[in-house]
């Protein structure tokens, strides 16, 4: 079985700083996805970014971008010029290829952004 | 495009009732994920709909149980609530549910079991 670790319950950053979360995954898969969703005070779970294990050019989405290391089994999310809105807990998933949507998810990590 | 929608948004239940939630996915998504998320459990996977077929389920007992629509509409079922379903439900919709489609959230259906 898969599993996800995020070892930092907690984080907080300043405005307009960068500030990476961290995320290991245990899987005996080659294939798989995986993912950073964010959860806003609001509770939608929005996706930030997806990230192919076939693929080794990392993941990017504007402020947004992923460190994956295949080998290591990880997957750290690096958030750029933090804002006020970015605020929200943070969860790592994996997915693995020709799963029908059964996403492991981490436990999370709640960050906070200061003025 | 109108996203995922729940049904209610909050629910109060005492011990032993029984729960239908309703989640309609993105229009064009014929699959619906539904998790339940709690403080102590994190989110955790209860099943998989597609075309009206169950395609995949978590480790959760039969008192959980789900159903899709024509349409694709789903609802779960939580027969004999007890304290610890007390929790935020959230449903997830795709186009066709394989892996290289991303699922897109609604906002949830918080129950509290008293």
């Known amino acids: 079985a898969q599993t996800v670790t995020q070892s930092q319950p907690e984080m907080s950053v300043q405005e307009a700083e960068t500030v990476t979360l961290s995320c290991t995954y245990d899987?005996?898969?080659?294939?798989?996805?995986l993912f950073w969703y964010k959860q806003p005070p609001s509770r939608q779970m929005i996706l930030v970014i997806r990230?192919?294990?076939?693929?080794?050019q990392n993941a990017t989405e504007n402020r947004f971008s992923v460190n994956f290391q295949k080998a290591a089994k990880s997957f750290s999310l690096k958030i750029s010029d933090s804002q006020l809105g970015d605020t929200a807990m943070y969860f790592c998933?994996?997915?693995?290829?020709?799963?029908?949507?059964?996403?492991?998810f981490g436990k999370g990590t709640k960050l906070t952004v200061n003025p | 495009k109108a996203g995922v929608t729940q049904t209610p948004r909050y629910l109060i239940k005492t011990r032993g009732q029984q729960v239908t939630l309703s989640c309609s996915p993105i229009?064009?998504?014929?699959?619906v994920s539904w998790y339940q998320q709690t403080p102590g459990q994190g989110l955790q996977f209860l099943f998989e709909y597609f075309s009206e077929t169950q395609r995949n389920k978590g480790n959760f007992p039969g008192r959980f149980s789900g159903r899709q629509f024509s349409n694709s509409r789903s609802e779960m079922n939580v027969s004999t609530l007890e304290l610890g379903d007390s929790a935020l439900y959230l449903c997830?919709?795709?186009?066709?549910?394989?892996?290289?489609?991303?699922?897109?959230f609604g906002p949830g259906t918080r129950l509290t079991v008293l």
């Open positions: 998933a994996f997915l693995p290829q020709g799963g029908s949507e059964k996403l492991v």
């Open positions: 229009s064009g998504h014929r699959s």
């Open positions: 899987t005996s898969e080659n294939n798989y996805y």
């Open positions: 990230q192919e294990a076939y693929k080794q």
């Open positions: 997830a919709s795709s186009r066709t549910g394989i892996s290289t489609d991303t699922q897109y």
